[in-house]
């Protein structure tokens, strides 16, 4: 049971060694993909799950998947400091390169570089191998059209090299109203063009919201597969597979109090598992080893994963969070956690409206609220009592 030796691997976004009960959403992925590279239409899919579930996991393994299918990706984070325009140039102009070292430059990617270096220079972005100013003429200034305009000759330039295009963006919901609805437009006019680009992103569960307020046909234009919890069945596989590929086994109590603990929830299983591992002097892992792990297990969240959401909230937004943990049915409705901090709901709007925006909440439905983190009530009401 060397530390060494553990095999469990907690980290933001770090792939599991064992990616349990995701078949079904990467064949989706690996099927769209595949039926655009063939010229067919297909939406693109926008995954959306609290935090902890496997999201940005999940976009890696899809942004593996398109490469071994001779796609070229463009994949990065998405944050609420950086604009649209400011995030893609860099991410496009080294797919642009990538592609540009297969063969001859092509009229269809010299197009796309100039029209790169027009949309960097109509939108202030500073990057230092992009020559600013070239091709200004060429753009507008309104970015729903210079982004068409942009996102096209990127697909047409993937044509040309005979390979396809996928873009994915993590934490989707940080792009701003304004980006976001310009994207979808591009996004559509791509796909009534059938052009070989794909959107492939994720994003806490409003985001299907937000999609849909910035295009009304956003709908047809993406799929939106949910990421919850593993069954039982998966959520064990999770646990005790990359254990036993080192010899290590769990005694069956020990098994059903992770479970307990970690609800099913990707994150927390190999937090766990890491922890019981470490804990453990020997095969099986007991019981007794897995309580002591769980000590642990909470402590290094309270520490980090937790604590990190806290810390970025004033006074008043942490208030909102303690009275919306305090409230005995999550999620709540705005009314009782107005009420829990004795004000009206007109008053506390605002604090609600900036806590979603912070990415500590979610709206599920209209006038409700719940937190996008797993056990987060638990944290603040052992931390902030």
């Known amino acids: 049971m060397r ?3 553990n095999p469990y691997s907690p980290g933001a976004g770090s792939p599991p060694p064992e990616l349990a009960g995701r078949d079904e959403l990467l064949n989706q992925a690996s099927v769209a993909i595949q039926r655009i590279m063939k010229g067919r239409t297909a939406r693109s899919l926008l995954m959306l799950g609290l935090r902890g579930v496997g999201k940005t996991v999940l976009l890696n393994r899809i942004s593996q998947i398109a490469e071994d299918l001779d796609c070229h990706t463009v994949i990065f984070e998405a944050d609420s400091r950086s604009t649209l325009p400011e995030l893609l140039t860099e991410q496009l102009h080294r797919f642009l390169l990538k592609i540009d070292r297969r063969r001859r430059v092509s009229q269809e990617v010299r197009n796309a570089f100039s029209l790169l270096r027009g949309f960097a220079g109509a939108f202030s972005v500073r990057y230092s191998d992009i020559e600013i100013g070239l091709t200004e003429s060429q753009t507008t200034g309104d970015l729903a ?8 000759a990127i697909a047409e330039a993937a044509d040309s090299r005979d390979t396809t295009a996928v873009i994915l963006i993590d934490e ?4 701003s109203q304004h980006d976001l609805s310009a994207l979808v437009m591009a996004l559509h006019r791509i796909s009534q063009r059938q052009l070989p680009l794909l959107l492939m992103g994720a994003g806490l569960p409003q985001l299907a ?5 910035a295009k009304s046909y956003a709908e047809r234009l993406f799929e939106y597969p949910l990421i919850g919890r593993l069954s039982r069945g998966n959520a064990t596989r999770a646990l005790v597979l990359p254990a036993k590929e080192e010899g290590v086994t769990f005694e069956e109590d020990g098994i059903e109090l992770i479970l307990q603990e970690t609800d ?5 299983i190999q937090v766990w598992g890491f922890h019981a591992w470490d804990v453990a002097s020997d095969s099986p892992i007991t019981v007794a080893d897995v309580k002591q792990a769980s000590k642990n297990a909470i402590a290094a969240l309270d520490a980090g994963f937790f604590r990190v959401r806290t810390d970025r909230l004033t006074k008043r937004q942490l208030d909102y969070v303690i009275a919306l943990a305090s409230l005995e049915s999550i999620p709540a409705t705005s009314t009782d956690v107005a009420k829990k901090m004795e004000e009206t709901v007109t008053s506390v709007a605002p604090i609600r409206d900036t806590v979603i925006r912070k990415g500590v909440a979610f709206s599920p439905s209209r006038g409700m609220i719940e937190f996008t983190v797993p056990k987060f009530d638990e944290f603040v009401r052992r931390t902030f009592k």
């Open 209 to 213: 919201g937000l999609v849909g307020e």
């Open 3 to 5: 530390p060494t030796d």
């Open 145 to 152: 059209l210079d982004l068409t305009d942009l996102l096209t």
């Open 264 to 268: 099913g929830y990707p994150f927390f």
């Open 172 to 175: 989707v919901q940080f792009i």
